[in-house]
């Protein structure tokens, strides 16, 4: 591999349902960790399973420390809480309902910005993206639709945020002269409300300039060598480019090994290679790496210590 994977801050991990996103971001963590970083290992997809491929208890209130594994914390973000918080969020700025009368009269989705789970799971990574305790954060991903929407939304949650901004400028400029007019003035908690909106349009453009910069991010697509999962990787790292996200390393997991006593595992092995051939001649200036089918499920820290110990231990 060109490429180490431990020079980065951010990596995320993405692909198809069932493909090994888990169990690659949660070996990798293994391994950054196993190397001395501080790692974080955070799980946005809403169908938890890192505390299943850890085998220990992890959920979504706080780090967890990871047990048997030294600079190892990992959270599972519940989206849902998120989404209760955030609403209760936006009300908080908008007090007197202006903002969501004059956006939308009753209709309160006016308010949501586009995605509103996807968002609201966003702004949870600011959280991540700007906490210093962290040497290294991998992103256990959803599966890819749901990711990529996460991803795109730096862009369309900063045009939503500045079409608020604007909004409430001008809103408050009325406001405070029909105020004054009639001898009251700008609440501080209006104010307050409006700095808020502020504050997080500036905190999604900086994160917006962190997943963007190659040398800090990286996402490495996970794949099978099967026709349906190449189809879906490479509408992933179409949409990846298109959002300017790093992307140079693919994983095809689950490679049969050659087996020429099991007449199924031969049928296997034939058509698999087919397949890698063309993900080889798609993805040339990729770094790609192929990762065998083990005899038995990669679960637990001795399991993925031992996968990390194939994925990275020739190169770092
Ligand atoms: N190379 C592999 N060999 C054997 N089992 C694997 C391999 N990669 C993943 N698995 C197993 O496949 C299942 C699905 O993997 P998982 O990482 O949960 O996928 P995803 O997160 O993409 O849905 C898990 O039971 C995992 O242990
Ligand atoms: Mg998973």
Excluded at 53 to 65: A, F, M
Excluded at 287 to 292: I, N, R, T
Aim: glycine share 6%; with cysteine.
């Amino acid at each position: 591999m060109s490429v180490s994977l431990f020079d980065k801050k951010f990596l995320f991990f993405g692909g198809k349902g069932g493909v090994g996103k888990t169990t690659m971001a949660a070996a990798t963590a293994v391994r950054a960790a196993d190397l001395n970083f501080r790692t974080l290992l955070v799980s946005t997809d809403p169908a938890h399973s890192v505390s299943d491929s850890l085998d220990q208890q992890i959920g979504g209130e706080t780090y967890v420390e990871v047990k048997n594994v030294t600079n190892l914390w990992a959270i599972e973000l519940d989206t849902e809480d998120a989404m209760r918080t955030y609403s209760d969020m936006v009300t908080q700025q908008d007090p007197s309902g202006t903002i969501s009368e004059f956006l939308g009269g009753d209709d309160p989705s006016a308010l949501s910005p586009p995605g509103a789970d996807e968002t609201v799971a966003f702004i949870q990574l600011l959280e991540y993206i700007q906490n210093p305790e962290y040497d290294i954060v991998v992103f256990d991903t959803a599966p890819t639709g749901h990711t990529l929407k996460l991803l795109q939304l730096p862009e369309m949650t900063q045009s939503w945020l500045y079409r608020l901004i604007k909004m409430r400028r001008r809103l408050g400029g009325m406001m405070t002269g029909f105020k004054t007019l009639f001898g009251g003035s700008s609440t501080p908690s209006e104010q307050e409300a409006f700095d808020k909106l502020e504050e997080l349009r500036d905190q999604v453009e900086i994160a917006r300039v962190h997943l963007s910069n190659a040398k800090e991010t990286e996402f490495v697509a996970i794949t099978i060598p099967n026709i349906m999962a190449i189809w879906e990787t490479e509408r992933l790292i179409r949409a990846l480019f298109e959002v300017a996200f790093p992307i140079s390393q693919i994983y095809i997991n689950q490679v049969q090994p050659e087996n020429p006593e099991c007449t199924y595992c031969r049928a296997r092995y034939a058509s698999q290679q087919e397949n890698l051939q063309t993900i080889k001649e798609l993805y040339s200036d990729f770094d790609l790496l192929e990762v065998p089918l083990f005899e038995y499920e990669i679960r637990g820290i001795d399991r993925l210590r031992e996968l990390s110990h194939l994925l990275y231990n020739k190169t770092n």
